[in-house]
Structure formats: structure tokens, C-alpha cells
């Protein structure tokens, strides 16, 4: 029998560590953050959030997003 090769997505690979997707797409990555997908396409627009274009799909990297989610929060704190 002739099986065709699948390949998995980055969405769909993972680390080595078992810790979880390599890259998050719109979904996931405004579930994880909490905003919804409308809010982080204009995120996206306004360059305000890290996203990674392959052709004309935006994923995000999780290490960036929790880096940047770091970032917010440190300024955040050293405003106050």
C-alpha cells in the first residue's frame, strides 16, 4: 500500500520537552492572553505585539509572546 507523507505544521509540532506548540496561531494566541482575535489582529497591525508572517499566515512564538507579556508588565510597574 501507497500511504502519502504527512507532515505536521510548525502549529503542530512541539518541543522536544514536551512543553507545549512551537508557534501559536491568532486563536490560540489571543486565548492565551486574553483578548479576543479582532483586538490582536489590530495589535498585529499596529506592531504592537511580536508575530512571525510565513507567506500570509501570522503565527506567534510563545517564548516572544510570554517575553513581551514580561516586558508590559515590567514597564507597567516602573510607571507607578
Known amino acids: 500500500l501507497w500511504r502519502a507523507r504527512t507532515r505536521s505544521s510548525p502549529m503542530e509540532q512541539t518541543h ?3 512543553s507545549g506548540k512551537l508557534t501559536w496561531d491568532r486563536t ?3 486565548k492565551q492572553i486574553g483578548v479576543s482575535v479582532r483586538t490582536l ?3 498585529v497591525a499596529e506592531k504592537r505585539i ?8 501570522k503565527l506567534f ?3 516572544s509572546i510570554r517575553a513581551w507579556m514580561q516586558d508590559a508588565q515590567e514597564n ?5
Open 16 to 18: 522536544e520537552d514536551g
Open 41 to 43: 489582529d489590530r495589535m
Open 50 to 57: 511580536p508575530v512571525l508572517m510565513v507567506r500570509s499566515k
Open 28 to 30: 490560540e494566541c489571543a
Open 61 to 63: 512564538l510563545p517564548e
Open 76 to 80: 507597567k510597574e516602573g510607571r507607578r
